[in-house]
């Protein structure tokens, strides 16, 4: 079967002050429809920047290699028939939930845009988005509606943020560290809320993350970045069990656990690799 | 909400009384006996010393000075030696002429700057950041009369596009209604008199509103830059949501936050800048009127006209305050509620850009 | 002061940067470095030929700018007048030289003085005490909830036309801003660390003011000045103008265009010239003043990322 989203060799450089600084260097993924896949690494790894590329978010990016959709290569997409991808057919979801909403907007007025835009009329709208933030745990949704961002506690502007992704059903969603910013109990909340939203419409999620901790339970397969291309990809368990690459043992081994002996340091996964004999191809440090 | 309206009225109450002790002040130092102005031209000797004790004038400061502020607030600003009349009728004749002319110059102002700096924002990069550097270090540098002297010259002298000075063509009439002059002529229904009264308003306008246009332009773009640069408005574009809806309906409400202090704080500069337009182009106003009550030593007009602007400046002010609840839900939230680095009602360094005013 | 043309970069309040819209490496690129560009060049030089004039214009000056000559009255530029003459038949290219040292001297004395009160003020509030402080605060309010020139049109009435008026007034007008400025810098140098040393060493409060906190604050005070030269000069000049200030035939340059302003039509350059004087000043002053504030601030200076 054909995956939903296609990411072949995908490069992207940015205008650096000294000439173009490329951030991905060939990255491949491939998600199937219905599929939860988990990309992970270090912050810089560029595990965002390859989301923003799928989307084609910045307008300064060089961007190369090759995204395909259904069959659509996103790419070479006209700017305009990309608009139709984004929101209806890809949603996105970011990090700091406060910074992800408009804070002069009421939430109503936000969620409602991606259906609004597509010639959805206002009262229909209005419906189905109350709909979902209901179905998303948002209490009392109809009269919080037309609420402003600062009204809402962090795990509700996160389910906010969540609606105005999915609202126009996406076939994929990308989840860009969506629980960093949230405490503990509430990142479970989330994730549990996403897992089940993804069942109920089989939506496929790429969740991209620096936590191996919440992978575990979320996602069917993981792919491990470094320096701007994958290292390692596989299931979840066979990562969690049998770690092939030194980079990815790092990061295992730097997740803190409970039953850790607090007196000592956390393993980082520089620890890890100076462990190991340096893999071949593993590029310069970080050229953020 | 209601404390941060509180705190800013109070603060106007402040100034207001500051005001009051200022022109008190003037009134002590001010050249011309106000008696004999009150008791009129010729009055005897008798005449004055029987006015200066039913004003209190000959009576100690500090008991004259509150019975000055009550009668500042009962609107009574004394009488005009020169037209011999109520200083407040005089102003209320004057100033809406002056305020037609500070709106429309304030309409000018944002109708180039907004859309200019949104652009700049978007467009951004090492030129427009150039560009926008000096066009305000040059805009403000520029004498306000004299670029007004410069617009007749071209516009109205050499290609005889716009009328030289005035308020309507010789022989046109409006009647008086709100003392706007187009403003009266589109209320009676005459449209030649409208459209006469907007070309006489034209030059005006644009000269009061050059040096501000830059200052705001290039608030708009820096603070729409910084709201550009901001994860709502990257998911907004994850939306689907074009360009243009991008940046006008998702970004601009947020940029104008900002903006909406220094408009506020420029209508009042405006305002003073009336003494400088309103007498190169001949129209009249507060700002002529008060130019002339300085040359007339009309002590009584003087104080009356800086009074009036000091109190229209403050209101300004409250206008700015409402203006920016609206713009922003954040404000109008309980105070201890609202996050400490919101500050979007404090007011940016009062008196910024005065030179932009002259 | 025009403090805001300076602080507008500064982001609004409701415009949360740093977020992860934009580029990646905007946030890392150098937003503006501390290099004499050409602009800056010739704002210096301009402003310096300025200064000059005030010094030396009267000089250079080729013809007595106060003689009247009415067979000469309203001739254009020419090889003998360079601006032309006005409707008295003076020689206006004389009276603008004349008038640079008239205009800058009103000007510099303005600001010095309103430095030298705001300087006072602003110490006295810093260090003062809460209630101190309040007080004085207050009175800057006032003074800045005006614009301006209604305070000194005000006040130059109180003491009648005249150029000296007008200086006076402003004068009186013009230091509360200053007040504010000095008194937020010598607040944030009194609580440096280096000061609270100082203080531990057991230096007495007035040495510890004039020898450790001022001297820590004049840059930024400089650069205000220098900013502030083309607003005081404007407003001096439209003062004139409208006949409150310097009075008509003497050779400062809003009276010479007040005088001329009468016959725009059929001799506009004593109109213009007079204005460009002032623009040019103007508009060099501002430019030297904001690259002394680029130069000055570290944070505006480029980072060598």
């Not at chain 2, 030059?203 to 332009?217: D, G, K, N, Q, S």
């Not at chain 3, 060049?41 to 030396?56: D, G, K, S």
């Not at chain 3, 200030?245 to 009276?255: F, I, K, T």
Request: proline share 5%; glycine share 10%; charged share 20%.
């Amino acid at each position: 079967m054909k995956p939903l989203l296609e990411v072949r060799d995908l490069r992207a450089g940015f205008p650096g002050p000294d000439g173009p600084v490329e951030i991905l260097r060939g990255v491949n993924l491939d998600i199937a429809a219905g599929e939860k896949v988990a990309l992970v690494g270090e912050s810089g790894s560029g595990k965002s920047v390859t989301a923003r590329a799928v989307l084609r978010l910045d307008r300064d990016a060089d961007l190369g290699g090759r995204v395909t959709l259904d069959g659509t290569d996103l790419l070479t997409l006209p700017e305009r028939a990309m608009r139709d991808i984004r929101g209806a057919r890809i949603g996105l979801v970011f990090q700091d939930p406060l910074a992800s909403l408009n804070p002069v907007m009421t939430i109503g007025w936000q969620i409602m845009q991606p259906l609004v835009i597509r010639g959805v009329r206002k009262k229909e709208a209005r419906r189905r988005g109350i709909d979902l933030l209901e179905r998303l745990g948002v209490r009392d949704a109809g009269r919080r509606f037309d609420d402003y961002p600062h009204q809402f506690s962090g795990g509700m502007r996160q389910r906010v943020v969540i609606a105005i992704a999915v609202i126009a059903e996406p076939a994929l969603l990308i989840a860009d560290e969506p629980t960093t910013a949230l405490d503990v109990r509430v990142q479970a909340q989330v994730l549990t809320l996403l897992r089940e939203l993804a069942d109920e419409r089989s939506m496929s999620v790429l969740l991209i993350t620096h936590d191996l901790g919440i992978v575990a339970g979320f996602a069917d397969r993981v792919v491990v970045m470094r320096h701007g291309a994958p290292v390692e990809e596989g299931q979840v368990d066979a990562i969690y069990a049998e770690p092939k690459h030194p980079y990815t043992r790092g990061l295992l081994a730097s997740v803190p656990r409970i039953d850790d002996d607090p007196s000592r340091r956390l393993t980082t996964v520089d620890d890890a690799l100076d462990a190991d004999v340096p893999v071949a191809g593993a590029l310069e440090g970080g050229s953020r | 909400m209601t404390r941060f309206l509180l705190r800013r009225l109070i603060t106007s109450v402040v100034v207001l009384f500051g005001l009051g002790v200022v022109t008190f002040l003037m009134s002590q130092v001010l050249p011309g006996d106000p008696a004999r102005a009150a008791a009129g031209r010729n009055a005897t000797a008798e005449q004055v010393a029987a006015v200066s004790a039913r004003l209190g004038l000959d009576q100690p400061i500090w008991e004259q000075f509150p019975r000055y502020l009550g009668n500042l607030l009962q609107g009574d600003l004394g009488t005009s030696v020169f037209t011999q009349r109520p200083v407040l009728d005089d102003i209320a004749e004057a100033l809406p002429s002056s305020i037609e002319l500070v709106l429309a110059a304030m309409l000018i102002n944002v109708v180039i700057a907004v859309p200019l700096g949104v652009y700049a924002a978007y467009r951004r990069g090492r030129a427009t950041d150039v560009a926008a550097r000096l066009i305000v270090l040059f805009g403000a540098g520029v004498p306000v009369f004299w670029l007004g002297l410069m617009l007749q010259l071209v516009f109205a002298d050499r290609l005889g596009m716009l009328p030289l000075t005035g308020q309507l063509g010789f022989g046109r009439e409006v009647p008086e209604l709100t003392g706007m002059t187009s403003l009266d002529a589109l209320l009676s229904g005459d449209m030649a008199a409208f459209g006469d009264a907007v070309a006489h308003l034209l030059l005006p306008a644009v000269t009061l509103a050059a040096a501000f246009i830059a200052v705001v332009a290039r608030t708009v773009r820096s603070s729409m830059i910084s709201v550009l640069d901001s994860d709502y408005i990257t998911l907004a574009r994850a939306t689907g949501a074009s360009e243009r809806r991008v940046v006008i309906r998702h970004g601009l409400r947020n940029a104008l936050v900002p903006v909406s202090t220094i408009l506020g704080m420029q209508l009042g500069w405006m305002l003073g800048s009336t003494v400088l337009v309103e007498s190169v182009f001949g129209r009249r106003g507060i700002g002529a009127y008060a130019v002339n009550a300085v040359l007339q030593n009309d002590l009584y007009a003087v104080i009356g006209s800086v009074l009036v602007i000091g109190v229209v400046f403050v209101l300004a002010n409250i206008v700015v305050d409402l203006v920016q609840l609206w713009l922003n839900p954040r404000l109008r939230q309980p105070a201890r509620a609202r996050p400490a680095a919101v500050t979007a009602g404090e007011p940016l360094e009062k008196g910024a850009m005065e030179g932009a005013a002259l | 002061m025009k403090t805001a043309v300076v602080s507008m970069t500064k982001q609004g309040p409701d415009a949360p940067g740093g977020g992860r819209g934009g580029s990646i490496l905007r946030r890392t690129r150098p937003s503006r470095t501390g290099r004499t560009s050409i602009v800056d060049r010739v704002a210096l030089t301009v402003a310096a030929v300025m200064v000059l004039t005030a010094f030396i214009g009267p000089l250079l000056a080729p013809h007595d700018p106060y003689a009247v000559d009415l067979g000469q009255a309203l001739r254009g530029p020419s090889g003998a007048h360079w601006f032309g003459t006005d409707a008295n038949g003076r020689d206006v290219f004389s009276r603008v030289l004349y008038g640079a040292r008239v205009s800058l001297l009103a000007t510099v004395v303005v600001i010095a003085v309103a430095t030298l009160i705001g300087t006072l003020i602003g110490t006295l509030a810093a260090l003062g005490g809460r209630i101190v402080d309040e007080i004085l605060m207050r009175i800057c309010d006032i003074g800045l909830s005006l614009p301006a020139i209604i305070l000194a049109l005000g006040l130059a009435a109180a003491l009648g036309p005249g150029l000296q008026s007008a200086v006076i007034a402003l004068c009186l007008t013009w230091w509360p801003g200053y007040a504010r400025l000095v008194r937020t810098l010598v607040r944030d140098v009194r609580d440096a660390e280096y000061v609270e040393a100082a203080r531990t060493l057991g230096v007495s409060t007035p040495r510890l003011v004039f020898r450790h906190v001022l001297p820590n604050s004049l840059d930024t005070l400089y650069v205000q000045t220098t900013l502030d030269v083309s607003a005081v000069m404007l407003v001096i000049s439209g003062l004139s103008f409208v006949g409150v200030g310097a009075q008509v035939p003497s050779a400062e340059w809003g009276a010479m265009i007040a005088g001329a302003a009468g016959n725009l039509t059929n001799g506009w350059w004593a109109v213009v010239f007079p204005g460009l004087a002032i623009m040019l000043t103007a508009v060099s002053f501002n430019l030297v003043g904001d690259w002394l504030r680029v130069r000055n601030d570290p944070t505006l200076r480029g980072r060598q990322s």
